[in-house]
């Protein structure tokens, strides 16, 4: 009986959190679940403590990306406020990795969709 509530406590405990694994495992798990912002938030720490680890950087890279993205699609936020905060996760992403395309692209697209809403006086 003992043997069989360790196992329930650890399936339960390893499903809502990620305290077993090491943190960038964890963050990449995070960032699978759509938890973009928790994801960062480890990643950045594990950044600040190795600014050499390239693995590190292009996966904070791809994760401020995936969360621009996924800004971009959220459509409970109206445009005027989604695209700023978009364009900020591109931004921090190109400056970590310039190489990451999908960044740069959305990037210029939102600049341009910026720059519609001036023309067009769109509030």
Known sequence: M??????????????????FIDP???????????????AIKILENEYKNQ???????????????DYGLALCQDTNKPPKIKYPMAKEQFAMAIALNPYLKDAKDMYEMIEKIQESFRVNNVN
């Open 24 to 38: 960038v495992t964890c963050a990449q798990n995070l960032s699978q679940k759509g938890k973009f912002a928790d």
């Open 51 to 65: 600014p050499n680890s390239i693995p590190i950087k292009s996966l904070l890279a791809q994760a401020y990306s």
């Open 2 to 19: 003992n043997k069989c509530l360790f196992i329930i406590f650890l399936l339960i405990t390893l499903s809502t959190s990620c305290c």
